[in-house]
């Protein structure tokens, strides 16, 4: 399997590295992440590439590299 290394922007932190699968979906990764953290959020924003990620894609098929910047966005 193969994972990046991103770090995570939400509401209540200043950043979290995280090691994630590549081929898991944007969907399943704010599900998980609102239930861990407690937090509410409905898109996920990359940078360097400055867009809001699909949803319904994968992190792979959105060519979301290591050492993006992921926003959690309500």
Request: glycine share 6%.
């Amino acid at each position: 399997m193969e994972y990046i290394l991103v770090t995570l922007n939400y509401s209540k932190s200043n950043g979290v590295d995280m090691k994630i699968p590549a081929f898991m979906t944007v969907e399943e990764f704010i599900g998980i992440i609102c239930h861990l953290y407690n937090v509410q959020g409905t898109t996920l924003q990359s940078e360097p590439m400055g867009i809001l990620l699909n949803k319904k894609q994968s992190f792979a098929e959105q060519q979301v590299e290591h050492g993006a910047l992921l926003t959690l966005c309500s």
